[in-house]
């Protein structure tokens, strides 16, 4: 997902809900709080933020069922590093 096609995509996504890959150990939930060349952030529903590299990620996709679900959330969210 390293093209600039894919990035455009990611950055239309920051601030909802999405899944990272499909299944397995790698996969998580969240909010996508951070979108930059070489990786994302994603902000977990254990209020824990994980960052991916870019290169690595297959899938990237928006649970449009939540995101329709919680448009009034006024949660903090955490500072997010930038390297």
Same mark, same amino acid.
């Given at each position: *997902? +390293?093209?600039?096609?894919?990035? /455009?995509?990611? #950055? /239309?996504?920051?601030?909802? &809900?999405?899944?990272?890959?499909?299944? =397995?150990?790698? +996969?998580?939930? =969240?909010?996508?709080? !951070?979108? &930059? +060349?070489?990786?994302?952030? #994603?902000?977990?529903? !254990?209020?824990?933020?994980?960052?991916? !590299?870019? *290169?690595?990620? &297959?899938?990237?996709?928006?649970? @449009? $069922?939540?995101? #329709? !679900? +919680? @448009?009034?959330?006024?949660? @903090? $969210?955490?500072?997010? #590093?930038?390297?």
């Amino acid at each position: *997902m +390293s093209n600039e096609n894919n990035l /455009s995509y990611l #950055l /239309s996504l920051i601030g909802r &809900k999405v899944r990272t890959y499909k299944g =397995g150990p790698e +996969s998580r939930e =969240g909010i996508l709080l !951070q979108v &930059k +060349s070489d990786y994302i952030a #994603l902000l977990t529903d !254990q209020n824990e933020v994980v960052y991916y !590299q870019t *290169m690595h990620l &297959k899938s990237v996709v928006e649970d @449009t $069922k939540a995101n #329709l !679900q +919680s @448009t009034t959330e006024a949660d @903090t $969210k955490p500072d997010v #590093l930038n390297s």
